[in-house]
């Protein structure tokens, strides 16, 4: 069983999604209030209460062996053993940022393709995934956006890349193509027409969920 020294909102955030739970059931799971968890989304680094970071040790040792799994794949992949000898393992931060009900895309460019995605950014080493999540966002589509909580994680099928993916909240800026060199457009897109953009097959299946099921 993974054993966690010391809790922080991102490391909440990673048990949360291992056992595939939304704010309020997660909140309700632990007895707290609902926005102490989204809290632990927007500021990453918080440091819970002692009695909180006892609540979630008792909530790891509840888990079932499914969502410990996930959760111990999760920690190993975001926090692996620094290995000072060869190179750290790539990481991404994928947001989906929803307003109302569109959700943001950016096209990139693509070996000469282009190909709808959502918009997504490399964390540093040591960096925190929330933070680049929205940090890339901006970055890369001048939309200001908030984190409201971590999806999942897992290690990309085709392309071996860790990626941690985030449901955040839209709160101010108009969408704008700010990375031309790797982007050829950006927009908001309906929900129920994502999969006119994206194959659904493709699409990571909690991404769905959270946008409410099947949109093709």
């Known amino acids: 069983m993974t054993v966690i020294d010391a809790w922080n909102g991102e490391r909440a955030g990673r048990l949360q999604a291992a056992l595939r739970m939304s704010n309020e059931e997660f909140a309700e799971h632990l007895g707290l209030a609902p926005r102490t968890v989204a809290g632990w989304h927007q500021n990453p680094g918080t440091r819970p209460r002692p009695d909180v970071q006892r609540m979630l040790d008792a909530a790891v040792q509840r888990a079932d062996d499914g969502a410990r799994q996930r959760f111990a794949h999760a920690m190993r992949a975001a926090e692996p053993e620094r290995d000072d000898s060869g190179p750290q393992r790539l990481m991404v931060a994928l947001s989906v940022v ?9 096209q990139r460019r693509d070996d000469g393709a282009l190909r709808w995605q959502f918009p997504a950014g490399i964390v540093k080493p040591g960096g925190s995934p929330a933070d680049a999540a929205v940090r890339e966002t901006y970055v890369e589509t001048a939309v ?13 099928p085709h ?3 860790y990626i941690e993916y985030f449901h955040c909240d839209y709160l101010a800026g108009e969408a704008e193509n700010r990375d031309v060199v790797e982007n050829a457009s950006v927009a908001w897109v309906a929900v129920a027409d994502l999969g006119r953009f994206i194959p659904e097959s493709t699409i990571y299946p909690p991404i769905l969920e959270v946008l409410g099921g099947t949109h093709v």
């Open 144 to 156: 200001h956006c908030s984190v409201s909580e971590q999806i999942g994680a897992r290690v990309h």
């Open 98 to 106: 929803q307003r109302d009900d569109s959700v943001l895309l950016v």
């Open 159 to 161: 392309t071996g890349v």
